[in-house]
């Protein structure tokens, strides 16, 4: 397929990216080489959606434990301190397995379905899977027709033939979900869902073990507002920052999951 009809290809060919994807693919290799995962994979894949709830919730603020979500059985009575949040991010880490095969298809559907399991304590009934209307949230955001004609374009994206490697797909999902925010609660959990699913389906971690959100969460917030900057600038130079960053985190949350590994091992 030429990079006429392939834009993700042309993408995936900026400069830097291509090294950086590489890099990551190695990182992930080797995460799903380690003699656990032959055993033990359902253990550190558990983990790893685990820590990559706990990792996306902090992101959007609500920076608990991991022995305090461990130990907590009910989130509702801890909202204001994030706890819907967090509650979220553990609801999408169980949905990302089962809906991945219908992502391949029907993404949009999938997002629809993000955001019911996502807000489903923190938005009335009426408008879980819906799209944001004018006017719902504040600051400078794109209109409700461009919302849906940038989530139109990004669904054929993703559901036409393409070389370009996952991560660069994963990198394009995640920043058009963040830079549109399409609904009224829970863009960031829900775009780092997609991110995961992108992953997994397109075979870069199949087992869906590494943990990109941790990767995210060590590089920063402020670094991760500053690509997302970056890529909605819409310049050659800005989407390739955006997918780089995007490879680190995911390379990050790949060592983070050797680390796993070796503990399982050892029985920790």
């Not at 553990?90 to 298809?105: N, V």
């Not at 993404?107 to 807000?119: C, F, I, K």
């Not at 899977?129 to 400078?140: I, V, Y």
Request: contains cysteine; negative net charge; glycine residues 10%.
């Amino acid at each position: 397929m030429s990079t006429a009809t392939d834009p993700l290809a042309v993408l995936a060919a900026l400069p830097g990216v291509r090294e950086s994807v590489e890099d990551t693919r190695k990182a992930v290799d080797k995460l799903l080489g380690h003699r656990t995962m032959r055993r033990r994979s359902e253990d550190v894949s558990a983990e790893s959606a685990l820590r990559g709830a706990r990792a996306s919730a902090a992101l959007e603020g609500a920076d608990w434990s991991l022995e305090e979500i461990r130990r907590r059985t009910d989130y509702s009575s801890s909202v204001e301190d994030g706890g819907a949040v967090v509650a979220g991010a553990l609801r999408l880490s169980a949905e990302i397995g089962p809906l991945t095969g219908t992502w391949a298809h029907s993404p949009l559907q999938v997002l629809a379905r993000l955001h019911v399991v996502a807000a489903a304590d923190s938005v009335p009934a009426e408008a879980l899977g819906r799209p944001r209307r004018d006017g719902e949230l504040p600051g400078d955001l794109p209109s409700a027709d461009e919302v849906a004609a940038r989530l139109d374009g990004l669904a054929r994206l993703l559901t036409a033939p393409s070389t370009a490697p996952a991560l660069v797909v994963a990198a394009v999902t995640h920043a058009e979900i963040l830079a549109v925010r399409p609904f009224g609660w829970g863009n960031g959990l829900i775009a780092r869902a997609a991110q995961r699913m992108v992953l997994i389906g397109r075979g870069l971690d199949p087992k869906g073990a590494a943990v990109p959100e941790v990767g995210h969460l060590e590089l920063g917030r402020e670094a991760y507002d500053e690509a997302l900057r970056a890529y909605t600038s819409g310049t050659a130079d800005g989407v390739a920052r955006w997918i780089v960053h995007c490879s680190e985190a995911t390379t990050l949350g790949a060592r983070e999951s050797v680390a796993v590994c070796e503990a399982v091992m050892r029985g920790i």
